[in-house]
């Protein structure tokens, strides 16, 4: 069968056609690639208008994709053909047993749209249902009215991911919870070859982002909802998707609400500078489990409980791409942004968002990493964006209450059409931060903000109040508001910015000097002198992995973190003197080293941590690098913050024994040293200073030296604001969010 434009569906998860025969072939294209139903195990080939035989990727028993000649189907018959070039005329032919070959069939590209009358025919109600998608995948839609069809329209905002609708009311500490009780009409929409969904799954895969642009179009297009335009939500997994959707421009897309970032999740996430993050991966395959038939339980609900289109959907699970085992062995990042599509790096993504945009990162949040805000430059051409950055984790952030306020009055403005009027949700703020934080009375005292606009202001000029928000919002010390109980979800503080990284910082040099000291001189030894470099024993079991016990949770007010000092063998740290005026640092930092190391390479890991005046030591941010992965991509480096390609190209081996250069960026932060802190910063192998990251360390263990020589000057350069203090009292400790602190000492031997 050839490409189809987006047929009706029903909204009852009924049985829209007959499955094929076992002696069909039965052919659909897609973007880039052709799904087929056969009989078991036959042997298909793919052919082009001329009749020449052409290549495709096709997953073997591990779900890797394999380029091939030909492949056979699995046991269920089926087939999926990736990599297949856009264009007319393939014909896919059973090479084993009957003769039989498909109608000829259309391969799309990215840059084509169905005309708006291909979503207008689909009618989607309230409940379980399906939305059919231009190569006819069924997705598995959960809709949640809060009245009749016939009391609309109603505002609506959408969340488009792996478990988006399963069944039942969604939690109140959700963003389609908190959408729900406000009024909204929310929708949770499956990824392909997700929970209910058609198709077969491979993660950020481009043809999702087009799946979601159907999506859009298609619930526009219902009566029920308001203004014919949807906003996007989510959190975490949910927000990754919105931008590659986001970035086709559906004109049905109003404006777009994630929570939750990264720039790229190779070079970010799952191999931070070039070091393997187990606990990424783990993620990673989690997500790949469930989403193969029988992976959720509520799936095999739905089949039993008789929805054959559910059922009829699992058929293609088996052509589910594990990119988690090609990722395993990909030791360096695909030759070009576009490798595995641009979904891989959401920071390409992003530059083709129009929409107004309201986005929440955290800096210290493990899903996402540290790099969430290195993606808010790609933000620069949306005329209406409004980001807010904070320490913390990205699921905690509607659990700040000024954060929950901005982005329902964010949605009030660009989705319902409506001047916000809070008090609903201010009743509603204990239920949402008990969810998530996962505590019975959380935020007993924390105050909800009053109401920001009165309700005889016009929406136009009530609007236009809302659009003179700074574009970049930083929150500082979340956890350590005054006169809050520690830990409580409020911020110290926020300080407005035009811009991220802000221009105005200036970027301050630390030299890493004699007796563990930071300071502002460049070093005087000379470069084979005594004493011109410290030695450490790099050892990656030296401490645990991890400075969170594995039963914790990272979301209640105060983790029981245990974050243990490094061993004075295996690492080096330096502090500066007692800072004589307050110094606010926002951006990432960077650590410029002479290393040697006895061994061809070596794992790095610098800290950045305060030292209080109270004796206490506070966790501010890390960064990490493998030292052969040290190429820097110049075009976007700069001076606070290095950016290694990790392609193998620029991959270098050091020079056992010999001193080499090398950059490390500390993730971004924003943090407030108050008068009579210092800085401190320490080096050694991966581990010890995050809840939940575990890295696959380089073997073994290994000697290296730091210089801080004359010729070989290792600093650590900062990103101060110049002029700013911290407004409030030194916070308790503990108490700021994702910030463990611990009695301040030397490294213990």
Same mark, same amino acid.
């Given at each position: ?73 699995? #046991? ?39 005309? #708006? ?424 079991? #030296? ?207």
């Amino acid at each position: 069968m050839a490409a189809v434009a987006v047929p009706g569906c029903t909204s009852d998860g009924g049985d829209r056609t007959a499955p094929a025969g076992p002696a069909t072939l039965d052919a659909h294209g897609s973007l880039e690639q052709i799904s087929v139903r056969a009989e078991p195990r036959a042997e298909l080939a793919l052919f082009d208008r001329n009749g020449n035989q052409v290549a495709f990727d096709a997953v073997d028993g591990d779900g890797r994709p394999q380029r091939r000649e030909a492949a056979r189907a699995d #046991a269920k018959g089926s087939l999926v053909m990736r990599g297949v070039d856009p264009g007319k005329g393939y014909v896919v032919t059973r090479l084993d047993g009957d003769a039989v070959q498909s109608e000829p069939i259309t391969v799309t590209g990215g840059d084509e749209r169905p005309d #708006a009358d291909a979503y207008e025919d689909q009618r989607i109600g309230d409940g379980f249902g399906y939305v059919t998608t231009r190569d006819g995948t069924e997705l598995a839609v959960k809709v949640t009215l809060p009245g009749p069809v016939d009391e609309g329209p109603y505002p609506t905002v959408v969340e488009y991911s792996a478990d988006a609708a399963r069944p039942g009311k969604a939690s109140i500490g959700t963003p389609l919870g908190i959408a729900a009780a406000l009024g909204y009409a929310t929708v949770g929409v499956n990824l392909r070859g997700t929970g209910c969904s058609g198709g077969a799954f491979s993660q950020w895969e481009e043809v999702q982002s087009l799946d979601g642009y159907d999506v859009v179009q298609v619930l526009a297009a219902q009566r029920w909802v308001a203004h014919g335009r949807v906003g996007l939500v989510g959190v975490g997994d949910a927000a990754d998707a919105i931008y590659g959707v986001a970035a086709l421009r559906p004109t049905g897309l109003a404006a777009i609400a994630p929570i939750g970032a990264f720039d790229d999740a190779y070079r970010s996430v799952l191999r931070p500078s070039g070091i393997p993050n187990e606990t990424a991966m783990d993620r990673l395959r989690a997500t790949e489990d469930a989403a193969a038939p029988g992976g959720t339980a509520w799936v095999q609900d739905r089949i039993d409980g008789g929805d054959r289109t559910c059922a009829r959907n699992q058929a293609l699970r088996g052509q589910n791409v594990r990119l988690s085992s090609e990722l395993a062995d990909l030791e360096f990042h695909p030759d070009g942004e576009d490798a595995y599509g641009a979904s891989f790096a959401p920071a390409v993504l992003a530059q083709g968002i129009a929409v107004p945009t309201f986005l929440v990162a955290s800096w210290q949040d493990e899903r996402a990493g540290g790099h969430a805000a290195t993606l808010v430059p790609s933000l620069d051409q949306v005329e209406r964006a409004f980001v807010t950055l904070m320490n913390g984790n990205e699921r905690q952030a509607l659990a700040v209450p000024t954060v929950l306020q901005r982005w329902y009055e964010f949605l009030e403005f660009y989705v319902a059409q409506e001047v916000p009027e809070t008090s609903t949700l201010s009743g509603l703020y204990p239920g949402i931060a008990a969810e998530i934080l996962r505590e019975e009375q959380p935020v007993a005292g924390a105050p909800f903000p009053a109401q920001r606009y009165p309700v005889t202001l016009t929406y136009e000029n009530a609007l236009d109040q809302f659009q003179q928000d700074p574009r970049v919002r930083v929150l500082f010390g979340i956890g350590g508001a005054p006169g809050i109980d520690p830990g409580l979800p409020v911020e110290g503080w926020d300080e407005p910015f035009g811009l991220f990284p802000p221009p105005e910082v200036a970027p301050t040099t630390w030299y890493l000097s004699p007796d563990a000291t930071l300071q502002t001189d460049a070093p005087t030894v000379a470069d084979d002198a005594s004493g011109s470099s410290d030695e450490y024993r790099s050892d990656p079991e #030296a401490r645990p992995a991890t400075n969170l016990p594995e039963d914790a949770s990272v979301d209640v007010r105060l983790p029981p973190y245990d974050w243990e000092q490094a061993p004075s063998e295996s690492s080096v740290s330096y502090t500066s003197p007692l800072l004589l005026v307050p110094v606010v640092m926002v951006g990432s930092a960077s650590a410029d080293l002479w290393i040697r190391s006895s061994d061809d390479d070596a794992d790095l890991q610098v800290t950045l941590s305060e030292v209080r005046p109270d004796g206490q030591e506070v966790l501010i941010q890390s960064g990490w690098l493998r030292a052969s992965q040290r190429g820097l991509d110049q075009r976007r480096s700069t001076v606070l913050q290095p950016h290694p390609t990790q392609l193998e190209a620029d991959a270098e081996p050091l020079v056992p024994d010999e001193f080499t250069p090398v950059r490390v960026e500390v993730a971004p932060f924003a943090h407030a040293f108050r008068l009579g802190s210092r800085i401190r910063v320490t080096i050694s192998a991966p581990g010890g200073d995050t809840p939940r990251w575990r890295f696959d360390s380089l073997p073994g263990e290994r000697d290296v030296a730091v210089a801080r020589s004359v010729g070989r000057p290792s600093a650590l350069v900062v990103p101060v604001v110049p002029g700013a203090g911290a407004p409030t009292p030194l916070p308790s400790c503990p108490g700021l969010r994702s910030q463990p602190c611990r009695p301040f000492g030397p490294p213990v031997s």
